[in-house]
């Protein structure tokens, strides 16, 4: 069995240089990864150098990146630590992609406890409250354990060199105001480092929400509903549930379109979207919510209408790829077909709605404008340029809305030539 690789992220601090020493000393296939965000000039050479001599004195694989934080915080619109943030990230995933790697951080039970404060202050539900998690994905964190006067005593035993960040003592960013004035000033007042009961907790808030998250998406499980290949609840179904649980389900809805930050006040204005009619809500990051009839809809802004055309050949399986399935049309019957019938052999479509498409429900006349089928059927005019048509010319042989599918019954008396159609999901 091949040995696990693992990217340290290597900034130079104290709690990175252990992370690196203990990596090594374990014997893994160890590399490290190393971002300059080019702000601190001197400072930040000077962490660079000596990282790289560092890992050339540990025979540890580095690879340096450089950025210009400064520049992506103001194409993005972003704060200069988020930016960082973000860039650090980006760098450390395709490094370990590349490698086929996991990544260790060095987050300590400080940076944990700063945080968890962070989060409370700021209004966050139970998931902020977790802090940080020791395992998300390929990213581990084997230094949550640790306090950082723990880690630092390590330095001094060992005689481990480190270098210290000079933008850790100032107090420009929220969180060095908790790290260096809040803590300090309960400390002060309790007598007692509240650093290890603020992990605690958040360790035992981890593991409840790891038990809800279960729970969780078993029930958006539950609400899902199959609309034209679109994420869809059910209202009926989530109004079932506790009010507790909604919150989660929708929050879990808006994070398959966005990883981003979103609040409860987020989740709350969806929620409060339930009590209308109709109506939508535009949240961060492109994504929108919109309830039409009994079904909630989550979907990205900048996601265009899915309209299409695909001609139909005999004998093949054609893919739809805007829906996801094969519609298949045959001279032959076969398992699961709806057969129609001609006077000659017709030329068939699979699209979406046109100008002046009509469906048709006896043999005489009795014929519907499309437009006004959908309003009698309850489609969304947001979705109906994307619902699946199964045409001859402008006549309609069969809509499929959702898991329904009506057909025009013009077709169904014995002529000529006979076409067997069926679709199914890929």
Not at 125 to 145: E, F, K, S
Not at 333 to 346: C, H, K, S, V
């Given at each position: 069995m091949p040995e696990d690789k693992v990217v340290v992220g290597l900034s130079g601090g104290a709690d990175s240089v252990v992370l690196l020493h203990m990596l090594v000393k374990e014997k893994k296939s160890i590399y490290a990864c190393h971002c300059n965000h080019l702000l601190r000039k001197e400072e930040a050479n000077r962490d660079e150098d000596f990282v790289v001599s560092?890992?050339?004195r540990?025979?540890?694989?580095?690879?340096?990146?450089?950025?210009?934080?400064?520049?992506?915080?103001?194409?993005h619109k972003l704060s200069t630590e988020e930016a960082g943030r973000i860039l650090r990230y980006q760098a450390l995933e395709k490094y370990a992609e590349e490698?086929?790697?996991?990544?260790?951080?060095?987050?300590?039970?400080?940076?944990?406890?700063?945080?968890?404060l962070f989060n409370l202050f700021r209004g966050s539900g139970?998931?902020?409250?977790?802090?940080?998690?020791?395992?998300?994905?390929?990213?581990?964190?084997?230094?949550?354990?640790?306090?950082?006067?723990?880690?630092?005593?390590?330095?001094?035993?060992?005689n481990i060199a480190y270098v210290s960040d000079s933008t850790n003592a100032e107090n420009d960013y929220s969180r060095n105001k908790i790290r260096n004035l809040l803590l300090p000033q309960i400390e002060n007042l309790l007598g007692y480092s509240p650093v290890n009961n603020?992990?605690?907790?958040?360790?035992i808030i981890y593991e409840e929400n790891m038990y809800f998250e279960e729970i969780t998406q078993t029930a958006l499980e539950e609400c899902l509903v199959k609309k034209n290949n679109e994420f869809a609840l059910d209202i009926t179904i989530l109004n079932n549930y506790h009010k507790v649980l909604q919150k989660k389900i929708v929050l879990s809805a808006i994070r398959k379109f966005s990883k981003k930050d979103f609040t409860y006040g987020h989740v709350n204005a969806v929620l409060a979207l339930l009590s209308k009619e109709n109506g939508e809500i535009h949240l961060p990051h492109s994504?929108?919510?919109?309830?039409?009839?009994?079904?909630?809809?989550?979907?990205?802004?900048a996601e265009k209408s899915r309209s299409f055309w695909y001609n139909l050949e005999y004998e093949e399986a054609c893919f739809i790829q805007e829906l996801g399935l094969y519609v298949k049309m045959s001279e032959r019957p076969f398992l699961g077909a709806r057969i129609f019938y001609f006077d000659e052999r017709p030329e068939i479509c699979a699209?979406?709605?046109?100008?002046?498409?009509?469906?048709?429900?006896?043999?005489?006349?009795?014929?519907?404008?499309i437009k006004d089928f959908f309003i009698e059927q309850k489609v969304p005019a947001s979705r109906r340029d994307n619902v699946l048509l199964i045409a001859v010319g402008a006549d309609i042989l069969?809509?499929?809305?959702?898991?329904r599918d009506i057909f025009s019954n013009r077709y169904d008396t014995k002529k000529d030539f006979a076409v067997y159609i069926s679709y199914e999901e890929d």
């Amino acid at each position: 069995m091949p040995e696990d690789k693992v990217v340290v992220g290597l900034s130079g601090g104290a709690d990175s240089v252990v992370l690196l020493h203990m990596l090594v000393k374990e014997k893994k296939s160890i590399y490290a990864c190393h971002c300059n965000h080019l702000l601190r000039k001197e400072e930040a050479n000077r962490d660079e150098d000596f990282v790289v001599s560092l890992c050339e004195r540990l025979k540890v694989p580095l690879k340096v990146v450089r950025f210009d934080v400064l520049e992506y915080a103001k194409l993005h619109k972003l704060s200069t630590e988020e930016a960082g943030r973000i860039l650090r990230y980006q760098a450390l995933e395709k490094y370990a992609e590349e490698l086929g790697a996991k990544i260790a951080l060095a987050h300590n039970k400080n940076d944990q406890a700063e945080t968890v404060l962070f989060n409370l202050f700021r209004g966050s539900g139970t998931t902020g409250l977790a802090g940080i998690p020791p395992v998300r994905g390929n990213i581990i964190r084997p230094l949550l354990g640790f306090s950082r006067a723990e880690i630092e005593t390590i330095c001094l035993e060992n005689n481990i060199a480190y270098v210290s960040d000079s933008t850790n003592a100032e107090n420009d960013y929220s969180r060095n105001k908790i790290r260096n004035l809040l803590l300090p000033q309960i400390e002060n007042l309790l007598g007692y480092s509240p650093v290890n009961n603020i992990a605690k907790t958040s360790s035992i808030i981890y593991e409840e929400n790891m038990y809800f998250e279960e729970i969780t998406q078993t029930a958006l499980e539950e609400c899902l509903v199959k609309k034209n290949n679109e994420f869809a609840l059910d209202i009926t179904i989530l109004n079932n549930y506790h009010k507790v649980l909604q919150k989660k389900i929708v929050l879990s809805a808006i994070r398959k379109f966005s990883k981003k930050d979103f609040t409860y006040g987020h989740v709350n204005a969806v929620l409060a979207l339930l009590s209308k009619e109709n109506g939508e809500i535009h949240l961060p990051h492109s994504v929108v919510a919109k309830k039409e009839f009994n079904t909630l809809y989550f979907l990205n802004n900048a996601e265009k209408s899915r309209s299409f055309w695909y001609n139909l050949e005999y004998e093949e399986a054609c893919f739809i790829q805007e829906l996801g399935l094969y519609v298949k049309m045959s001279e032959r019957p076969f398992l699961g077909a709806r057969i129609f019938y001609f006077d000659e052999r017709p030329e068939i479509c699979a699209r979406t709605r046109q100008v002046g498409d009509k469906i048709y429900f006896n043999s005489i006349g009795g014929s519907k404008k499309i437009k006004d089928f959908f309003i009698e059927q309850k489609v969304p005019a947001s979705r109906r340029d994307n619902v699946l048509l199964i045409a001859v010319g402008a006549d309609i042989l069969w809509v499929r809305i959702g898991e329904r599918d009506i057909f025009s019954n013009r077709y169904d008396t014995k002529k000529d030539f006979a076409v067997y159609i069926s679709y199914e999901e890929d």
